[in-house]
């Protein structure tokens, strides 16, 4: 049972919630290319496959996101965690991103955003709804392609808890025997 407990700050909410992994989100825009560190996102649909996500206004990425009206969501695992942290940590206004961290880029088949070679998954979307976007910062997409490494089944990725610090995804445990088929 979870005794000892005590007042905890709801602007540290995050802490418990933020659902991640971590991604890394790529955008074009005239020729320009740039990579962002995303934590605020999830899943709405399986069928079409909507994703929503917060990429807040001030961001570069705002604006070539909000211009093609693509990205492409990458799911980097532990092998980039500190390319993770300095993406998340300076403006493509200023610097190129894949120069600088050293990423491939490669081109998707769906949309113009780059596809970062690097990481273990690249999920090709088009902006499906932008109503929320004025108010929250929070983007609607439909992933229309999808590219995901074989192995590992489960890679190693990274969940941001605020303060610097991350969770590691780790041991795997099935319930499947529990679930309705409809719920799987
Ligand atoms: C672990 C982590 C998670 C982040 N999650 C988000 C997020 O979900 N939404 C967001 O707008 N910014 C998020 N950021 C901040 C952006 O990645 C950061 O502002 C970045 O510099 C934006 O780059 P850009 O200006 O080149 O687009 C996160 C940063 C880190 C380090």
Redesign the pocket.
């Known amino acids: 049972m979870a005794t000892g407990k005590s007042d905890f700050p709801v602007a540290n909410t995050r802490r418990y919630l933020e659902p991640g992994p971590?991604v890394l989100v790529s955008s074009v825009w005239r020729g320009e290319t740039?990579?962002?560190?995303?934590?605020?996102?999830t899943v709405l649909e399986f069928v079409p496959s909507l994703v929503g996500?917060?990429?807040?206004s001030?961001?570069?990425?705002?604006d070539?996101v909000r211009r093609s009206g693509e990205c492409v969501i990458n799911v980097p695992t532990t092998a980039l965690t500190n390319k993770?942290?300095g993406?998340?940590?300076?403006?493509?206004?200023s610097v190129d991103?894949f120069k600088k961290f050293r990423l491939t880029a490669e081109p998707a088949e769906e949309v113009g955003a780059p596809l970062i070679r690097e990481c273990h998954a690249n999920f090709e979307c088009k902006l499906k709804d932008d109503r929320l976007v004025e108010q929250y910062?929070f983007f609607i997409f439909e992933v229309v392609k999808a590219h995901a490494a074989r192995r590992p089944k489960y890679p190693q990725t990274?969940h941001?808890t605020g303060d610097g610090v991350?969770m590691v995804s780790g041991r795997i445990i099935s319930r499947k025997s529990l679930f309705r088929p409809g719920m799987l």
């Open positions: 971590i740039n990579i962002m560190t995303m934590g605020w996102h996500c917060v990429i807040a001030g961001n570069h990425s705002f070539l993770v942290v993406i998340g940590n300076c403006s493509g206004a991103k910062n990274l941001y991350f």
